[in-house]
């Protein structure tokens, strides 16, 4: 698996529980309270505005707890950074759980999106990368497609043999599976049809010695909408890492 996606994978899992109220109330008020937009969330961060209080409050502790005070040292950390979030910054992206149809069978899959140029002021989401058990192709069990050494004699005539069942026995040993470059390539062949995004999260970086999620949450509490769902202390390192391997690695 890419470096980054175990990264990944290992942050999105490990999720911090924090402290916050849970308080029900009028219909009207909910929905004023709740973060409706990514944007609104940011909005809020950047203005420092009660940032406990845009944790997912499901996820409690007491205020003794290790995770409440981790919550605390990431609301202080934050104000005392000044950083702020922004979408046009390539410190954060999005992870995508899609559902879809590849040769007409259900399948699910990872796509991670980044922010990306295209013109002066002007933005686009675009894969970054791609993740899924059916993006790995299978070696052969029992395949003696080989191409021997004379073949080169024979104009190479071996090579109207490989089928896609066989195409490991031809490859090189050192080379590792793009399976981004599978997607695009089941995407461009009518093979993969993405039918809808099951779950979304977005992860971001730019707070100095931290990584954290957030996602929506539907409910009737003044707790709702887009919320932190998972924070974790990062150093520099393991943060150029994931942001080398999201757009720099080939």
Same mark, same amino acid.
């Given at each position: $698996?890419?470096?980054?996606?175990?990264?990944?994978?290992?942050?999105?899992? =490990?999720?911090?529980?924090?402290?916050?109220?849970? &308080?029900?109330?009028?219909?009207?008020?909910?929905?004023?309270?709740?973060?409706?937009?990514?944007?609104?969330?940011?909005?809020? =961060?950047?203005?420092?505005?009660?940032? &406990?209080?845009?944790?997912?409050?499901? $996820?409690?502790?007491?205020?003794?707890?290790?995770?409440?005070?981790?919550?605390?040292?990431?609301?202080?950390?934050?104000?005392?950074?000044?950083?702020?979030?922004?979408?046009?910054?390539?410190?954060? =992206?999005?992870?995508?759980?899609?559902?879809?149809?590849?040769?007409?069978?259900?399948?699910?899959?990872?796509? /991670?999106?980044?922010?990306?140029?295209?013109?002066?002021?002007?933005?686009?989401?675009?894969?970054?990368?791609?993740?899924?058990?059916?993006?790995?192709?299978?070696?052969?069990?029992?395949?003696?497609?080989? /191409?021997?050494?004379?073949?080169?004699?024979?104009?190479? $005539?071996?090579?109207?043999?490989?089928?896609?069942?066989?195409?490991?026995?031809?490859?090189?040993?050192?080379?590792?599976?793009?399976?981004?470059?599978?997607?695009?390539?089941? /995407?461009?062949?009518?093979?993969?049809?993405?039918?809808?995004?099951?779950?979304?999260?977005? $992860?971001?970086?730019?707070?100095?010695?931290?990584?954290?999620?957030?996602?929506?949450?539907?409910?009737?509490?003044?707790?709702?909408?887009?919320? /932190?769902?998972? &924070?974790?202390?990062?150093?520099?390192?393991?943060?150029?890492?994931?942001?080398?391997?999201?757009?720099?690695?080939?």
């Amino acid at each position: $698996m890419n470096k980054v996606l175990i990264l990944i994978t290992v942050f999105i899992s =490990f999720n911090i529980n924090v402290y916050a109220q849970v &308080i029900i109330g009028s219909g009207d008020s909910l929905f004023q309270s709740r973060i409706k937009l990514v944007e609104s969330f940011m909005n809020r =961060f950047n203005n420092r505005e009660n940032l &406990i209080g845009l944790f997912d409050s499901e $996820m409690l502790g007491s205020e003794k707890d290790s995770v409440y005070k981790a919550a605390q040292q990431f609301a202080k950390d934050a104000t005392k950074s000044g950083a702020k979030l922004n979408f046009a910054d390539t410190s954060w =992206f999005a992870i995508a759980t899609c559902a879809g149809k590849y040769k007409g069978k259900s399948v699910d899959f990872i796509l /991670i999106l980044n922010v990306e140029t295209y013109g002066k002021d002007l933005y686009k989401w675009v894969v970054a990368k791609a993740q899924g058990d059916f993006f790995s192709l299978t070696p052969p069990k029992n395949d003696n497609t080989l /191409i021997t050494p004379l073949a080169h004699e024979t104009n190479f $005539m071996e090579l109207s043999r490989i089928k896609a069942e066989s195409i490991l026995s031809v490859s090189q040993k050192r080379y590792e599976l793009d399976q981004t470059a599978v997607f695009y390539t089941m /995407i461009n062949s009518g093979l993969l049809n993405i039918e809808y995004v099951s779950e979304l999260q977005f $992860m971001f970086l730019q707070l100095p010695g931290w990584i954290f999620t957030i996602k929506e949450f539907e409910r009737q509490t003044y707790n709702a909408g887009w919320l /932190i769902t998972s &924070i974790e202390r990062i150093n520099d390192k393991d943060k150029r890492l994931i942001l080398n391997n999201l757009y720099y690695e080939k």
